[in-house]
């Protein structure tokens, strides 16, 4: 039991002496102004971590306001999508059956290419 006390207070004051010589090779002061710029850096990333906050709770609030209205109109694009490639198809079959009808109807192949023509209306899923 007393030889470990021994070892411990030996290794005590060795790393005081060692403490003390690491104090002498570096400035007082130099670790003064280290401390204080580290605690001027520690501010700065508080405050810009308060400010990133704010604005995650700011864009959670926006997006909760603003999801509901995208999901409705990405639903209306879908329905009018839907519902104008079946105009096409009825203006194609029309086409078709006046074509058929009517062959100097469309004289041109200019007219007929733009009747042939559809616009891609293409929603993302």
């Known amino acids: ?3 470990t006390e021994k070892e411990i207070e030996s290794m005590r004051a060795a790393s005081e002496e060692v403490s003390r010589q690491f104090k002498t090779l570096i400035d ?5 102004s280290l401390k204080h710029l580290q ?3 520690l501010g ?3 405050d810009s971590n308060a400010v990133l906050s704010h604005f995650n709770e700011y864009s959670e609030h926006c997006f909760a306001e603003v999801s509901s209205d995208f999901s409705r109109n990405t639903r209306m694009l879908k329905s009018m999508k839907s519902d104008l490639d079946y105009i ?3 203006l194609r079959s029309m086409k ?7 062959p100097d109807a469309f004289p041109d192949e200019s007219t007929r290419e733009v009747f042939d023509q559809r616009p891609d209306l293409e929603v993302p899923q």
Do not use: C, P
């Open 96 to 102: 078709a059956k006046i074509m058929a009808t009517y």
């Open 88 to 90: 096409f198809q009825k």
């Open 39 to 41: 605690l001027l850096i």
């Open 1 to 3: 039991m007393e030889e």
């Open 28 to 32: 007082a002061n130099d670790l003064d």
């Open 44 to 46: 700065r990333l508080q």
